[in-house]
């Protein structure tokens, strides 16, 4: 009993960014024995202790690196509950636990609104509440007409319908939350040919990380246009730059995938296929981690492109990692206006906030120091080339899940580090930033101010 009040003494002294942190840990451990558990493994698979807490990692941070192979370890018992815990991981422990706590009837207090604020990014308490179960119900809304959707048309892959279900329920909760993860044993490479899986799986994808309250905000926006209630509402500046920045990005991505593979890898495929393979992987390159072909088969500049794409990211508040759209949109929208002798930033008539300005380019540091830092020690630690490596790192950084093949491969350090990686990522940088950095601290006195050479 005492030793129960010091552990309760100690807990009410962290933070709710501690509390998240700790929560998604107490997910990983939960996690890894569910996914050691034999009843959940094909006959005669031995899963070893750091394979297991990697798909436990990949899973609660719905990257989609596998040390393993999904299909061939785990029977369909262990397919759902890889599912269910991609659910925990790509919707929010938070999320989640508040449906939980609604149904049961439970009062949510402060302290655990302020956790569910942490946990998706938000700057005020108002309507969390109702947030989080708007978010639960369009999730599920999204992947159970995708399922219904996939499984229908797996009907003419399968020769069960129980099969086709499997495939089709899995695939929609992969591609929804951006898990990266697949049971064909190939990812989406057996319809490389069929452009309707292809663009369902697409959609599936955007609406996952294009961010939970560009989604709320729309469907707010269609009900008040179909009622005729709220017709006038305008949407906020966050939905705006998240939106514009995330198309352009696919937008971008698709024709430089051609650009530079048009006389390369698509030298003999028709315009039709050209025209798939480049959106697509400039789609799954935002979170998705899906894919239509083995991307070792690109060009050293397409895989450079694609990393880049994968270390910017999905959106704020969605089911994937990186450095986030709007953050990348900040970033170039300041060096703009500096450049044109602008003091401040303007855009959709609206101006940013000088901490907005200045947390975007602390993330992107950060980012980039903790990306280029692993990136060093992996090309150490690891046998294989440079390219490779980088294309893991920012795979794992923006719980991608993409792959050149090398992550079975990779020493338990490899694994590891990984793992951190791709924590970090689905927890995003600035939880992992106020890890560190502890308590707001005010100064006690200032010195004199001194401009330093700066460029």
């Given at each position: 009993m005492a030793l129960l009040d010091k552990i309760r003494g100690i807990t009410k002294e962290w933070s709710a960014i501690h509390h998240i942190v700790i929560y998604y840990l107490l997910a990983v451990v939960i996690s890894t024995i569910i996914v050691s558990l034999p009843v959940f493994h094909r006959t005669g698979v031995d899963l070893s202790f750091i394979d297991a807490m990697f798909t436990a990692v990949t899973s609660i941070s719905v990257t989609g690196l596998t040390v393993v192979s999904i299909s061939d370890t785990f029977n369909p018992a262990g397919q759902i509950a890889i599912a269910v815990i991609l659910h925990l991981g790509g919707i929010g422990i938070m999320t989640m636990g508040t449906f939980i706590w609604v149904v049961l009837g439970k009062k949510i207090g402060i302290r655990s609104r302020k956790m569910i604020m942490v946990d998706q990014?938000?700057?005020?308490?108002?309507?969390?509440?109702?947030?989080?179960?708007?978010?639960?119900?369009?999730?599920?809304?999204?992947?159970?007409?995708?399922?219904?959707?996939?499984?229908?048309?797996?009907?003419?892959?399968?020769?069960?319908?129980?099969?086709?279900l499997l495939q089709g329920v899995f695939g929609a909760v992969s591609a929804t939350t951006n898990g990266g993860l697949d049971i064909t044993g190939a990812s989406?490479?057996?319809?490389?040919?069929?452009?309707?899986?292809?663009?369902?799986?697409?959609?599936?994808?955007?609406?996952?990380?294009?961010?939970?309250?560009?989604?709320?905000?729309?469907q707010e926006v269609l009900r008040g246009r179909v009622y005729g209630v709220n017709d006038r509402h305008k949407f906020s500046l966050f939905t705006k730059i998240t939106t514009v920045t995330f198309f352009w990005l696919v937008l971008i991505g698709t024709l430089l995938i051609f650009l530079l593979e048009k006389n390369a890898f698509f030298a003999d495929k028709s315009w039709h296929e050209t025209f798939f393979y480049s959106l697509f992987q400039s789609v799954t390159s935002r979170s998705g981690g899906l894919s239509t072909m083995d991307v070792s088969e690109f060009s050293v500049a397409t895989l450079f492109l694609?990393?880049?794409?994968?270390?910017?990211?999905?959106?704020?508040?969605?089911?994937?990692?990186?450095?986030?759209?709007?953050?990348?949109?900040?970033?170039?929208?300041?060096?703009?206006?500096?450049?044109?002798?602008?003091?401040?930033?303007?855009?959709?008539?609206?101006?940013?906030?000088?901490?907005?300005?200045?947390?975007?380019?602390?993330?992107?540091?950060?980012a980039l120091m903790l990306c280029v830092g692993s990136i060093i020690v992996l090309n150490t630690t690891e046998p294989f080339s440079?390219?490779?490596?980088?294309?893991?790192?920012?795979?794992?950084?923006?719980?991608?899940g993409l792959s050149m093949g090398i992550t079975p491969e990779l020493s338990t350090f490899g694994k590891c580090l990984i793992m951190c990686l791709m924590f970090i990522g689905r927890i995003g940088l600035f939880t992992f930033l106020f890890i560190i950095r502890g308590d707001d601290t005010k100064d006690r006195f200032h010195y004199p101010t001194e401009r330093v050479i700066i460029g």
């Open positions: 990014n938000s700057k005020t308490l108002a309507g969390l509440v109702r947030l989080m179960l708007e978010i639960f119900k369009l999730i599920l809304i999204i992947e159970f007409i995708g399922a219904v959707v996939l499984s229908i048309h797996f009907l003419n892959y399968y020769d069960t319908m129980q099969e086709a989406l490479v057996p319809f490389a040919d069929d452009y309707f899986v292809q663009f369902i799986n697409m959609i599936l994808i955007i609406l996952g990380a294009i961010g939970f309250p560009v989604l709320v905000e729309l694609i990393s880049a794409l994968m270390f910017i990211g999905a959106s704020p508040s969605s089911v994937g990692g990186g450095i986030r759209t709007t953050t990348f949109a900040i970033m170039l929208l300041t060096i703009w206006n500096y450049a044109k002798g602008n003091s401040s930033v303007k855009v959709f008539g609206r101006e940013i906030h000088q901490e907005d300005m200045l947390r975007s380019f602390i993330v992107i540091t950060t440079l390219m490779e490596i980088i294309f893991e790192v920012t795979s794992a950084f923006g719980t991608t």
